[in-house]
């Protein structure tokens, strides 16, 4: 029995591999980020708006993707650093500080695939959940999730190794669903990344990737 049922799994196995045009990547990239104070109550930007500055931070992830044609949609897990260098000291704050916040990511997005060009670009949005912080605002305790959009240009290297220029504003459903003034962060991400395919679709390989 236990033979008969591996020799089944082999075979759906197998099949899958054959008929499917999947991959599964692994990713690590550089962000270039700063907060943005477009929900911030209009004399804090005053005052504040040129003291906050963009750093450098991190992002790792997993990837899933599922090819049509020319088209690719993506998905998968990430974690992802997006932080100020504030240098001027605001009231209430001790001293020039860091402002990181780190997010769990699920992305949602198309890319399109440029006839006999290596060349991807797409875009969509990410379901995020932020994790931990050095600094909160007094709006952020209740309000862990949030909403990106991102838009991005791939180049594919080979079938396995790419690497990604995107753009993320992040934290724009509160923009929408927050009254004017509230004390959210809009976060604003310049990435790029290296990916790895570790697994590709015999299928995949042989229409997508020649």
């Known amino acids: 029995m236990i033979k008969q049922i591996s020799f089944i799994l082999f075979l759906m196995l197998n099949a899958f591999n054959l008929n499917s045009q999947f991959k599964f990547n692994a990713t690590v990239g550089v962000n270039y980020s700063n907060h943005l104070l477009t929900a911030f109550p209009p004399d804090f930007v005053r005052a504040y708006h040129d003291d906050y500055n963009y750093m450098i931070q991190w992002n790792v992830g997993l990837g899933i993707n599922y090819v049509y044609h020319n088209i690719n949609f993506e998905s998968g897990f990430a974690v992802n650093n997006k932080g100020s260098r504030v240098i001027e000291i605001p009231a209430g704050f001790l001293g020039p500080f860091s402002s990181v916040y780190t997010y769990y990511e699920v992305p949602l997005l198309v890319a399109y695939k440029i006839n006999r060009y290596k060349i991807e ?90």
Not at 151 to 172: C, W
């Open 121 to 210: 670009c797409g875009g969509g949005l990410l379901l995020e959940y932020r994790t931990a912080s050095t600094e909160k605002t007094s709006d952020d305790y209740s309000r862990p999730y949030g909403l990106d959009i991102r838009g991005f240009v791939r180049y594919n290297y080979n079938e396995r190794f790419s690497l990604t220029g995107s753009y993320t504003y992040g934290n724009f459903d509160k923009l929408i669903t927050q009254p004017k003034g509230r004390y959210h962060y809009i976060h604003s991400v310049f990435a790029l990344n290296l990916s790895y395919n570790f697994w590709i679709s015999n299928k995949l390989k042989a229409k997508y990737l020649k």
